[in-house]
């Protein structure tokens, strides 16, 4: 069973940058950045694939960057120019086969990491 760690979370200032991590205990397929704040839906931000082909959302597109170091098994997300909106718990999410690394859903991955929390004060 595959396992993944989220790391990085922190307080920030508005305006400022964060990087959060991803390691999982094996190779993936596809790796994406979700989030969610509760009492809200889980909100996908953006996926990689191992050959680096990477999608975003809208709401985090220039802003945010997605990474991957696939010999480390490692997932990156690059988060500048924060808002406090961007208050969220910040999940990693993977599936280890496919074709496609296209999808937003929550339901197209297989594996979840436990959440790593980002506050962006004013």
């Known amino acids: 069973q595959a396992q993944l760690a989220e790391s990085g979370g922190a307080s920030v200032q508005a305006g400022g940058s964060l990087r959060l991590s991803c390691a999982a205990t094996?190779?993936?397929?596809?790796m994406a950045w979700f989030r969610q704040v509760p009492g809200k839906e889980r909100d996908g931000l953006a996926t990689?694939?191992?050959?680096?082909?990477?999608m975003y959302a809208d709401s985090v597109k220039g802003r945010f960057a997605i990474s991957l170091d696939y010999a480390q098994n490692t997932m990156y997300l690059q988060m500048n120019s924060l808002k406090l909106e961007d208050t969220a718990m910040y999940y990693c999410a993977a599936v280890r086969f496919g074709s496609r690394c296209r999808s937003l859903l929550g339901s197209s991955f297989r594996y979840w990491g436990q959440g790593t929390q980002v506050t962006v004060s004013s």
């Open positions: 990689i694939d191992r050959n680096g082909q990477t």
């Open positions: 094996s190779g993936m397929y596809c």
